[in-house]
């Protein structure tokens, strides 16, 4: 929160709000307001490192000058003076280029106006405005499984296209992985002002990195302003969605909660399940043994008291590390069972609320909040993605895949070093013997070793060897008795779609196609499946680039101008070309064995069974972008 409460005068209200400016983005707000860039020189360019405090190094007599151009600026807006003209293209290209703290590359620029919203045209608003298109949508029906953020973004954009459709849902309530996951400490690892869906920022988070209940909220307010709560059946299961050959249509089974089942028929299917919604219990002797109180993180116990308990978390990966800190206080004993040690990405806000001061600008001064939001996407996407790049020259990657990556180790280690000073057995403990990027890292502000050191905790490392009625026994063969076991085990993520059946051309089953590896052009479309596609599909995972929120309206512009497509040629079915699928994945997993995540050595839940990387994408996020502006009709057999 700012210092000082909101003064009443307009000017004092400037000056307290302008003191919590991100200063790079108001620089770029200060151009949009006087429609003059020569502050924009080399001696005001923002310069950022990784564990920099965002304001790009500038002496705080450079942020002063921005603050005082910026109140005078608003002054004049608020005496009546109009906004000039915007800027033009080449200084929107060296706007981009000075917040950034670095060149861009060209092929960008396309894409990151569209996400700065000043795109001549944004491509993923549906513009089914003909009357041919309108007639066409009005006929079609899409059944849509699953409404969390990517089921909720298909209505939304469905229903700007006038494309009816209905929507599957499993829970009594939109909002998908943040309805269903209560665990404490439960929150967003990217900042909101880009966890959000572009054409509805929200000014007014009250956390950098929100909580669960602000996430669900914010998915829960999007269903009621678009009125989808109609156009969705809560707690109904698909059981089934099988292609009909002689229709070309899908026939979708669903069951509600009392056990009746009806078939509903549509154009096309939009699965939108999700990855990390399916919780995956250990491979461990005995789990269903212990006699007390035992849960997935995803489940949570909320009737369960910890206080002064005995309590045991099995795991440290990114939902351990949100809950640990969040017991530890409250528990008699914590033993936390530790596979592998994930990496801490230094967060200083990760628990920080937002400042007032902040909420105002986003709200009130022009452009500020675009040029935010480009900031973040920038810096915490493609911008730091060179750091997990393979370095063929490089010797050994046990340990790192690069120079920068190994300088990167370097930096990561010794902040963890200064958090725990006087714990060496610790700092051994904690220290990954994986290279940065191979597996999730996590959002660090320092509570997660506090939590561990504290004298109630043990980080124990010896492997599990069985799950016992008191306790766990580990393989030197003691026995930790404890009155309640936590499992943060992760998900059944590279077992996509697992929750139905899928039966395409043929009656072949997709589960039986795959075989435990799952692939998909894009990430959305399969040959021998006409007309079905999924979002957050194989390979559609980021690791250090990115939100999730991009890839869905990616996904979902691509699929909608699909429909589109139908719509516009009178076909009834798309469906993928083999040889396009196969080369697609060939570059997938020939680009994923580049990246740290890829080296043979790294073992995580990108790879699937067989060892493969079905999770990430491997490029940079502005192929992703151009890749799914629309489909390319020479990649499908349209019929």
Partial sequence: MSAAAKPNDRASEIEWALKDAHIPSLMMALVHLTGDASHLTADMKPVYDFFGDGQGGLAPEKQQWVRDAAKKALLDLEAGKKLPPPPDAATIRKMMDFIAGAEIPERYVPFLKEELGIAVEDTRQPKWDTPKLKDAAAKMKIVIIGAGLSGILSAIRLQQAGVPFEVIEKNEDVGGTWFENAYPGCRVDNPNHMYSFSFEPNHDWPYHFSTQNVLYDYFRRMADKYGLRKHIRFETQVVEAAFDEKSSRWNVRVRDKNGKEETLVANAVISAVGQLNQPKMPDIKGVGSFKGPAFHTARWRQDVDLAGKRVAVIGTGATAFQVIPEIAPKVGKLLVFQRSAPWLGPTPNYHDKVADGKKWLLEHVPYYDKWYRFWLFWTLTDGILAAVDVDPAWNDTSRSVSPMNEMLRGMLVEKMREQIPNRPDLLEKVTPNYPFGSKRSVRDNGVYLAALARENVDLITTGIEEITPKGIRTKDGVEHEVDVIIYG???????????????????????????????????????????????????????????????????????????????????????????????????????????????????????????????????????????????????FTIV
Avoid at 522 to 528: F, I, N
Avoid at 568 to 586: I, L, Q, R, Y
Avoid at 596 to 609: E, F, H, I, L, T
């Fill in 489 to 635: 085990t992760g998900f059944h993520a590279s077992d996509f779609l697992r929750t139905y059946k899928i039966v395409g051309r043929g009656g072949v089953e997709l589960h039986e196609r795959w075989k435990g590896d799952a692939r998909a052009y894009l990430g959305m479309t399969v040959p021998g499946f006409p007309n079905f596609f999924t979002i957050y599909g194989p390979n559609t995972n980021i690791v250090v680039n990115g939100s999730i929120i991009f890839f869905s309206e990616a996904s979902v512009r691509y699929i909608v101008n699909a429909l589109k497509l139908l719509a516009e040629t009178g076909a009834a079915t798309m469906e993928v070309k083999s040889d396009v699928h196969d080369e697609f994945n060939a570059r997938v997993d020939a680009e994923n064995l580049k990246m740290a995540w890829g080296v043979p050595n790294a073992k995580s839940w990108y790879k699937n069974s067989i060892g493969r990387v079905s999770q990430n994408w491997p490029f940079r996020l502005v192929d992703y972008w151009n890749a799914t502006i629309k489909p390319d009709p020479k990649d």
